[in-house]
């Protein structure tokens, strides 16, 4: 017998006539996000935390977790997301940080994605209920919590590295590459934003979902952020993966943008970064996938602060790998660490100065059938469990030869705009 207890959780799914916007069903606390759109899925409570060593240790609690549960649907076809679903948030890298990997399953979960809307109830017979249980003529409300509090005043300090500390750590990230057979890294910093009250994980969802529509947005165990990087979404069979790599940061004036927008497609220092980043995720997702569709040419994304350079990788799945094997297959990808993956993650560890976290690294959820959407974690902050007046905001770049210290800080500055924009309220 296994020495972890692992409790039988009780599943049931019903079909939902309309959540609304699903950010509003977000509790002020013990809730997890994924949205994007308007679709995703928002938890509330806990009914299960787990800690992980790793993804195979995640992938393995999650599969006995799975294989207790009675799981009961009253869904036609029921859409992935549906069902028993744990949120997702694991580290960048393991030997490198004081944080943790967790998988959290919700006591309830709401979902909208393809135009249906469901609730999910979650509980564990051997624990008494959070919240009464739902019956069919009264869906929950969202939680009857005050309403969302905007932050007052904000400040702001360096985190690791002062900005010229940093450009200092791209100017050697540079000279390595042009000496030691690094072809590229991604450094990032962070910076501390202090508020006057604590912060309200609701608020940062709204702002950020409301104006970062194309953008993932999540929350989980305090790490809030929109990420517009896909690593991988494992869907009935379907596998597509969003890379992104080469940035602009956008003026405001649509003219203007578009000129720079024509300038990144044509740029051979971002191309060439696009391809260390697109050659990564193929290379990984191949030994599990069949029928893969790599595009010759990126596009361009747009965001309200930047511009990517995209590629957006389709396969076919084989069998037998959940979207979770998937992320383990492809973390940390050339978009985040670089290439090659071993010289780079020792460069990131000299040069940052700072651990990541659980920046950088996959988040999301996987369902009962293996079935789940794993962003990077990206344009994100992690919230301080000791004192939630506190978030360490994180912005990285990547390096290739032709990289400039002081265009990568301002880059790294445009990625944190999410961020601070959320946090002025
Ligand atoms: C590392 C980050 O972003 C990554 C780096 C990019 C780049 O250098 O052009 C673009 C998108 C992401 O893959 C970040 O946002 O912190």
Redesign the pocket.
Known sequence: MDAVQRPALRVRTREAADLGDLAERLPRREGVAWIRDGSGLIGCGEVARYKASSFADAERWWADLVEAAEIESDLDDPPSGSGLVAFGSFVFDPDNTDSQSILIVPEVVYGHRGGRSWITEISDPTKQALTPPLTRSAPPAAEPDSAPEAPRTVSYADGALSGPQWEGAVAEAVRRINANGLDKV?L?RNLLAVADRDLDPRWLVRQLSGTYRRCWTYLVDGLVGA???MLVRSEAGLVTSR?????IRRTGRDDHDLALAAALSGSSK?LE??EY?VRSVAAALAPYCSGMNVPDAPYVLELPN?L??ATDVTAALDPGTTALGLAAALHP?A??CGTPTDLARTTIAELEKMDRGR??GPVGWIDARGDGEWG?A??CGQIDDTDPRQIRL??????VAGSDPEAELA??NA?LVPMRDALAG
Do not use: F, N, Q
């Not at 890379?243 to 940035?247: E, K, P, Q």
């Not at 994180?394 to 390096?399: N, S, T």
């Open positions: 991604v990032a990420t517009p990087e890379v992104l790599a080469g940035t971002d970064e696009h980043a930047v990517h350079l990808s978009a985040v920046y950088a990077i990206l344009r994180y912005a990285g770049c990547g390096i880059e790294s990625k």
